[in-house]
């Protein structure tokens, strides 16, 4: 069955301050959702310190396609001839509609509306070998990499119910990655259930990850070891090495992990390996003795929210999803004429790169994943995230092959997640199947 969540309303609609006045957005459907050619009445309205219609005032506003097109035209509004002020828009197609304000140059105010977003498929189609090709390279890591994973007790993790360990394992052309992992002391309890996180940068402290009564898994996607403790400035000058080692023979616009390897091949991307290596954890982690195999989920947002589809079809012992404001989708989104998922992989490559970095992006959009993952899934999108924008999150969430889905629309939600949907995402994950 497929239901859909919409949570945030418009009184919790987006609010910019500038000395003296406070613009706030709402629409006239409560669920910020229209029709293709429906028009959507945006009202835009002033308050002063007192909480009162703002008698006087300048602002900018303008309404796009979540992308370059222009659907109203950035113009000026005085709030001394009317307040609130009301924006009429529509769109002939599927997609997002994205209004945009500012006021005495304060930054913008993103707040978007939805255009049958059930309808947003992904910029690009799927490679006719994408299943062969990670067929392929998961067989050929399993052959040539050791599997060599090694534990390292965590004293300032650790408590009196959980042992905390660094987990680290081989990735190919001698490096290794590193996470963090957890169980119970009393193993005699067991089977755990397995829940299974993804992070960015730096080394985990596990957050909701590890808990009594689990198994935990979180891993990072880099190729350094981040000591659990070591400071945030410590980790972003590691991660600066790392990027450096790797423009070095793969160059592009923006030399940050994200964008490199991608137009050399599809093997020299940077996360070849660690989709492989994370892969490889996570099966070793589902077949221990104290593991429940029937009690296994992965939940992570963003970059590890894209791990999360990436998991799901590559591992069917996943047994329940939540993917919240994912990354790496909708990677070639630029070519439907709307802004591409976070990192913008192919705008980042350098000109006469981007022919290749085109062909070979889709083999890690999360969109083509989506449409392996067969377990039930739970999404959550932000309408006003620009990192990973809610027109790349949809045409992942619309590809996903499974019966049992839903999605939280976050009405002028950005890139954060509330805790309010982390903890009823839980209570979903803790729930029978």
Not at 22 to 50: F, M, P, Q, R, W
Not at 100 to 120: L, Y
Not at 389 to 398: D, F, H, L
Request: net charge positive; aromatic share 10%; with cysteine.
């Amino acid at each position: 069955m497929q239901m859909t969540y919409c949570l945030l309303t418009i009184a919790m609609a987006c609010c910019l301050s500038s000395p003296g006045v406070t613009l706030s957005v709402s629409c006239n459907h409560k669920d910020a959702i229209y029709a293709v050619g429906e028009e959507a009445v945006l009202s835009i309205a002033a308050t002063d310190d007192y909480g009162m219609p703002a008698r006087s005032g300048i602002f900018c506003a303008g309404v796009d396609n979540f992308g370059p097109e222009e659907i109203v035209p950035r113009q000026t509004y005085d709030l001394a001839v009317s307040n609130p002020v009301e924006i009429k828009a529509k769109m002939s197609k599927p997609g997002f509609m994205r209004l945009s304000a500012s006021m005495d140059k304060v930054t913008n105010i993103v707040w978007s509306v939805a255009v049958s977003p059930e309808r947003i498929r992904a910029g690009s189609q799927c490679p006719r070998d994408f299943d062969e090709f990670w067929k392929a390279a998961v067989a050929r890591y399993d052959a040539e990499v050791e599997e060599d994973i090694r534990l390292e007790r965590s004293l300032a993790l650790s408590t009196e119910e959980l042992d905390v360990f660094k987990v680290s394992l081989s990735a190919t052309r001698g490096r290794r990655i590193y996470g963090v992992f957890s169980r119970p002391k009393s193993l005699e309890r067991g089977p755990f259930s397995l829940r299974f996180g993804g992070k960015g940068a730096g080394p985990s402290s596990l957050g909701r990850c590890g808990r009594p009564g689990q198994v935990a898994l979180e891993m990072n996607v880099h190729y350094y070891d981040a000591p659990i403790g070591s400071s945030k400035k410590d980790n972003v000058e590691r991660q600066k090495k790392e990027n450096a080692e790797w423009a070095k023979s793969h160059p592009a616009k923006r030399c940050e992990y994200q964008f490199l390897g991608i137009a050399t091949s599809r093997e020299d991307y940077f996360y070849y390996d660690a989709i492989l290596a994370t892969r490889r954890v996570f099966k070793w982690a589902a077949r221990q003795r104290y593991v429940n195999a029937q009690d296994i989920v992965y939940a992570s947002t963003s970059q590890g929210g894209a791990f999360g589809l990436y998991m799901a079809a590559l591992c069917p012992e996943i047994g329940k999803l939540v993917v919240c404001v994912p990354a790496l989708t909708d990677l070639c989104g630029f070519k439907a004429g709307r802004m591409s998922g976070w990192p913008r992989l192919v705008e980042a490559q350098l000109d006469g790169s981007k022919a290749a970095a085109i062909a070979n992006a889709p083999y890690f959009d999360a969109v083509n994943f989506a449409a392996r993952v067969k377990c039930p899934v739970r999404f959550v999108v932000g309408f006003s995230d620009t990192t990973c924008p809610p027109t790349a999150v949809y045409a992942a969430y619309n590809n996903l092959l499974s019966s049992d889905k839903a999605i939280i629309n976050g009405i002028g939600m950005t890139h954060f997640v509330p805790d309010k949907y982390y903890y009823m995402l839980d209570k979903w994950l803790e729930s029978e199947k």
